[in-house]
């Protein structure tokens, strides 16, 4: 997979993004990931590319050309017609793990990072496929939430992590929180790793880990049974637990 970033500033983006899992990734072929610098694409003398908005108001709007420009550079570099354009904006839709899942699916795809009051709109209406967001509030650029999606997107990509299981265990990937970890040592302040963990026996180390996404749930993210419903099996469990699977639907 290929991810392309139109930025001010690739330089934060790559040092999050090239390092750990990703930047390994990357070095190792398994992952293409480029910065582009929106500035190398401006007309003007001094490398500017925002100007103050048409009917007055505060803050600064980046200009439509030397975006469409880095756009067409990244298209023709990689020989496409077309390559789906996301746009980072609090007006887009909320990301969520099948979202990642989603745009995962193309072979690339073209991240851009506003900056200031946002980027003109006549850009956005020709070569932006839709608008992301992070959640309901505002950043002061586009790159924390672009370095955000590019690595929830890349981890799914195959080659990125050592097998499926990486991140179909994970918490959310299938509506579920993750089990509970551990590790060494086998006693730390009093708390001792639940014996199950021990045993060996690899059905009942599963069902237990099941169960405890299940409960984790439920106690930290009830919302998550809106869109994935709870099974009858679900249900049967969480009232064995003591709890009541009515108070979620």
């Not at 999050?16 to 480029?34: M, P, Y």
């Not at 590019?150 to 080659?159: E, F, I, K, Q």
């Not at 237990?208 to 749930?217: A, D, F, P, S």
Request: hydrophobic residues 35%; contains cysteine; proline residues 4%.
């Amino acid at each position: 997979m290929r991810i392309d970033i139109l930025t001010l500033f690739p330089q934060s983006i790559e040092a999050f993004l090239g390092e750990s899992i990703i930047g390994r990734a990357r070095k190792a072929g398994k992952l293409e990931l480029h910065c582009h610098q929106i500035r190398d694409y401006t007309m003007h003398k001094q490398k500017q590319t925002d100007d103050y908005p048409y009917g007055g108001g505060f803050g600064m709007v980046m200009y439509a050309d030397p975006l469409y420009r880095a756009h067409q550079a990244v298209k023709e570099a990689c020989g496409k017609e077309h390559i789906h354009t996301v746009y980072m904006s609090p007006q887009g839709q909320v990301f969520d793990e099948d979202k990642a899942k989603e745009l995962a699916g193309y072979d690339q795809i073209m991240l851009v990072c506003g900056h200031y009051e946002g980027v003109d709109e006549r850009f956005l209406e020709e070569c932006v496929d839709e608008e992301i967001s992070l959640g309901n509030f505002v950043l002061t650029g586009g790159e924390i939430a672009a370095a955000a999606i590019a690595d929830a997107v890349a981890r799914l990509s195959p080659g990125v992590l050592r097998t499926e299981e990486c991140f179909t265990d994970e918490s959310i990937y299938d509506g579920r929180l993750e089990h509970p970890q551990y590790t060494r040592p086998e006693e730390w302040h009093g708390k001792k790793v639940p014996e199950v963990l021990f045993s060996g026996n690899h059905a009942e180390i599963k069902k237990w880990r099941q169960k405890q996404g299940l409960y984790r749930t439920f106690d930290k993210r009830p919302d998550l049974f809106e869109e994935f419903p709870l099974s009858d099996e679900e249900r049967k469990l969480l009232r064995e637990s003591g709890r009541n699977p009515d108070e979620v639907e």
